[in-house]
């Protein structure tokens, strides 16, 4: 049996199809990715009078994992997934119109299907496709691109090729492909003998810092969770707002429209490490979600003074800041792009 699916209101210039097939395995739902983008995948079930929904699970092109162990008896099950931030270009994403709860960092929530909202401060709706298993306790659902990527090869071949242009080299074929490789690892230290699970970690990591998405992200490349927020000023207003929570590893889209500032600053703290990121810049904060559109007389309002750090946001339309166990990282230089 082959669905296929389209969501032009999240994205609109690549469609990624799906096919559900049963195959005699270990009782699971497994997700299958055969196309040339690095995906991650949220996964939602009903039962009862409760929806669930957990994310993100990481597929590389040509790799498939079972997000859901176990015999599948849930009523109903659903799907959504979204191309890497580090990938060129549009983001492209495969889903539904069946409104479900999720968070742009790693998440497990539980929400009453009678319920019009999500149950977090930073959770919202996502649109998830229905995944029918025809009440088989086991089942795979296979993400593809087009006719051309007809196995998980050739998914990974297509793969490389466009984290490879992601990151600035020039692919048109199996021998450009194989010498940009060669190139990649001599540059970025990957050992010959490096699987491919290894390189294409590699390789996205890169992309991640060529490619900043639009808006403004945080990464916490820390080993524990952080909390963040972010400020800036614009028409003579001071505008601040957080927190964003973020596992380690993980990362939060906080503006997701186009940048027009010149520069953003940001706080962090972690377990702790109340002071994590900090600077000159001060802001009014809250020990709780907030917002406050004023920098002056924190404390007479009752509100908290932080010190913010500033990130140069000048001519770019997205921008990614990196915290580390000692603060927040140096931006990436704008390197020469390979040949």
């Not at 479900?100 to 401060?121: E, I, Q, W």
Request: glycine content about 8%; aromatic content about 8%.
């Amino acid at each position: 049996m082959m669905v296929r699916w389209r969501d032009g209101a999240l994205l609109a210039l690549c469609a990624l199809f799906l096919f559900l097939s049963h195959h005699p395995a270990q009782a699971a739902l497994k997700v299958c990715n055969r196309t040339s983008y690095v995906l991650y995948t949220a996964e939602g079930w009903a039962t009862g009078a409760d929806n669930f929904t957990k994310g993100w699970t990481r597929l590389i092109p040509g790799s498939c994992a079972e997000p859901i162990s176990g015999m599948l008896t849930a009523q109903n099950y659903f799907l959504y997934a979204r191309s890497s931030q580090g990938h060129s270009g549009p983001a492209r994403a495969w889903g539904g119109a069946v409104q479900l709860c999720g968070k742009d960092t790693n998440f497990s929530l539980k929400t009453s299907a009678a319920s019009p909202s999500c149950p977090t401060n930073d959770s919202f709706t996502m649109a998830f496709a229905p995944v029918d298993t025809h009440r088989m306790q086991d089942w795979t659902a296979t993400l593809t691109e087009s006719d051309a990527i007809a196995t998980d090869g050739a998914a990974r071949a297509a793969g490389l090729d466009r984290l490879l242009r992601d990151i600035g080299y020039k692919i048109a074929n199996a021998k450009q492909r194989n010498d940009a490789l060669a190139k990649f690892r001599a540059t970025f230290k990957v050992a010959p003998k490096a699987g491919v699970t290894e390189l294409f970690d590699a390789l996205e990591t890169e992309a991640l810092k060529a490619s900043a998405p639009a808006g403004y992200s945080i990464c916490n490349d820390t080993a524990g969770e952080i909390w963040t927020a972010l400020a800036f000023r614009e028409q003579k207003q001071a505008l601040a707002a957080g927190w964003w929570k973020i596992p380690a590893g993980g990362c939060a889209h906080a503006l997701t429209q186009p940048l027009s500032l010149d520069k953003v600053y940001v706080h962090a703290e972690g377990h702790n490490k109340p002071n994590l990121v900090g600077g000159t810049e001060k802001f009014c904060v809250t020990n709780v979600t907030f917002q406050t559109s004023s920098a002056a007389d924190c404390k007479k309002r009752g509100l908290n003074e932080a010190g913010f750090a500033t990130t140069n946001t000048k001519g770019h339309a997205g921008y990614t800041a990196h915290i580390g166990d000692k603060g927040l990282l140096p931006a990436p230089a704008q390197a020469a792009m390979p040949k």
